[in-house]
Nanobody
Framework: QVQLVESGGGLVQAGGSLRLSCAASGSIFSIGAMGWYRQAPGKQRELVATITGSGRTNYGDAVKGRFTISRGNAKNTVYLQMDTLKPEDTAVYYC??????????WGQGTQVTVSS
């Protein structure tokens, strides 16, 4: 089992920045890729960014050039630095980890609201 705790969401004005964190505990030896997804009201959950165990990153088109994903030295924490935020970035942001044969795990979600 893997447990995820997210933090860092909140309210920010357009053009501002926020940093999300997601810390994994439990069977962390099994963790491979980690990532962030988001879901706005009335919309499907979408990819924000992912990072593999070797550090390879992938970003959704809507956030390229503005968001940066990274992992902590212990590899069980993932961060999302969000810059130049826009009102359309408003959503619940979810952390996800791929834990090999244990499967995928999702965090509880953290609200990000960007005011215009």
């Amino acid at each position: 089992q893997v447990q995820l705790v997210e933090s860092g969401g909140g309210l920010v004005q357009a053009g501002g920045s926020l940093r999300l964190s997601c810390a994994a505990s439990g069977s962390i030896f099994s963790i491979g890729a980690m990532g962030w997804y988001r879901q706005a009201p009335g919309k499907q959950r979408e990819l924000v960014a992912t990072i593999t165990g070797s550090g390879r990153t992938n970003y959704g088109d809507a956030v390229k050039g503005r968001f940066t994903i990274s992992r902590g030295n212990a590899k069980n924490t993932v961060y999302l630095q969000m810059d130049t935020l826009k009102p359309e970035d408003t959503a619940v942001y979810y952390c996800k980890v791929v834990a090999g044969i244990l499967g995928d795990y999702w965090g509880q979600g953290t609200q990000v609201t960007v005011s215009s």
